[in-house]
């Protein structure tokens, strides 16, 4: 069974700073797709960034990248010049593509970024 | 135009009572979900939908039942709610095959209470 997990129930970063937080999953399948999504105190999740694991290249999106490590099954989330609209629950989630059925996204249990001024 | 809708987005009930949250997808997608988020804030999928055949059906009570009368629409009937119920429950739809990275979005969440 996939696993997905983030160690870090917390984390805190200052403004305008940059912080990483953390994902490993666990999978024997070599196709997948990894995501970041971001819930902030409205509850709404909302994608932050997807990665292809075919994709040797890293996803990059405005403030927001990963570095992604296929061998190691880590996908971390890097955060550069944090706002302080980027405080939310951030949860790392797994899903292998679906042939003819749809397939499930399986999520680690969240990571609640702080930024402070 | 919000892509995934779902109503109400809040409601207290008591225990015993039958409920029920709507789910309504504009982005032309074939597949939807209900995920469930307990008050750790886990999320763990209950049930998906494609084309209107039910295709993943995890292990929840019977008391959950849910309909999608068209691939654009499903709901979620809940009997007998029970203190345990209490959670965000959110719909979520998706393009298998066609949508980058096979990409689920979210609707804004409806959050359950059982009083």
Known sequence: AQTVTQSQPEMSVQEAETVTLS????????????????????????LV???????QQNATENRFSVNFQKAAKSFSLKISDSQLGDAAMYFCAYRIPATGTASKLTFGTGTRLQVTL | DTAVSQTPKYLVTQMGNDKSIKCEQNL??????????DS?????IMFSYNNKELIINETVPNRFSPKSPDKAHLNL???????????????????????????????????????
């Open chain 1, 23 to 46: 994902c490993t999953y666990d999978t024997s399948e070599s196709d997948y797709y990894l995501f970041w999504y971001k819930q902030p105190p409205s509850r709404q999740m909302i």
């Open chain 1, 49 to 55: 960034i997807r990665q292809e694991a075919y994709k």
């Open chain 2, 28 to 37: 032309g997608h074939d597949t939807m979900y209900w995920y469930k988020q």
């Open chain 2, 40 to 44: 750790k804030k886990f999320l763990k």
């Open chain 2, 77 to 115: 009937h809940i009997n007998s709610l029970e203190l345990g119920d209490s959670a965000v429950y959110f719909c979520a739809s998706s393009q298998e095959g066609l949508e980058p990275g096979n990409t689920i979005y979210f609707g804004e969440g409806s959050w359950l209470t059982v009083v």
